[in-house]
């Protein structure tokens, strides 16, 4: 059975960093394309980024250029988006996807065939 695990969210103040994790069971991510998601309160699901472990090959919207950024780990199979400056706009349910296929363009929701639950992000001013 395959699995997308989301953990780190949780409470920050404006301007600090939180490392987020999306750990894989059933699959190996070097074999996939894996995004990142945020959906905030009452909007609608954003794309941040897409990574491919396999070559270090990253996109990222320009939401959160120069902010966050995404790693992988194939040992631990396991990616991971470090978001650093956060701001209270930031704030929302963090997700990771799992396309199959090594490319970070289109970058989005498109092909996407295993979603991790999510974990909370709140960022406070």
């Known amino acids: 059975q395959v699995q997308l695990q989301e953990s780190g969210g949780g409470l920050v103040q404006a301007g600090g960093s939180l490392r987020l994790s999306c750990a894989a069971s059933g699959l190996r991510l070097r074999h996939y394309t894996i995004a990142w998601f945020r959906q905030a309160p009452e909007k609608e699901r954003e794309v941040l980024g897409c990574?491919?472990?396999?070559?270090?090959?990253?996109f990222y919207k320009d939401s959160v250029k120069g902010r966050f950024t995404m790693s992988s780990d194939n040992s631990e199979n396991t990616m991971y988006l470090q978001m650093d400056s956060l701001k209270p706009e930031d704030t929302a349910v963090y997700s990771c996807a799992a396309r199959p296929g090594i490319s970070v363009r289109p970058c989005g929701p498109w092909g996407m065939e295993y979603w991790g639950k999510g974990t909370l992000v709140t960022v406070s001013t």
């Open positions: 990574i491919t472990s396999s070559d270090d090959s990253t």
